[in-house]
């Protein structure tokens, strides 16, 4: 069955860094677009980033341009979701999904079960 494994969340300081992943099992991973979403505390679920099945294109929300570079490795089934320059509003639950096409831009089928990001002083 398919399954979407998200880590390497946890606690940063404002201006740091973190690197999530998400090991994807079940499904020819090089072929479906792969998002990231997050939810903040009392808010609903944002779209943060997609990529492509290939790797050949990327898109980010506006406040994470520039910040945030999504990356994928098919050869070990895993998107990334490197994020630098951190700010106490990027603390959410970060869930990765598989979206139903090559881009994700349709719709998603699979939804990992998230990981904590909090930024702190």
């Known amino acids: 069955q398919v399954q979407l494994v998200e880590s390497g969340g946890g606690l940063a300081q404002p201006g740091g860094s973190l690197r999530l992943s998400c090991a994807a099992s079940g499904f020819t991973f090089s072929s479906y677009g792969m998002s990231w979403a997050r939810q903040a505390p009392g808010k609903g679920l944002e779209w943060v980033s997609n990529i492509y099945s290939d790797g050949s294109n990327t898109y980010y929300v506006d406040s994470v341009k520039g910040r945030f570079t999504i990356s994928r490795d098919n050869a070990k089934n895993t998107v990334y979701l490197q994020m630098n320059s951190l700010k106490p509003e990027d603390t959410a639950l970060y869930y990765c999904?598989?979206?139903?096409?090559?881009?994700?831009?349709?719709?998603?089928?699979?939804w990992g079960q998230g990981t904590q990001v909090t930024v702190s002083s």
């Open positions: 999904a598989k979206g139903t096409t090559t881009t994700a831009w349709d719709a998603y089928d699979y």
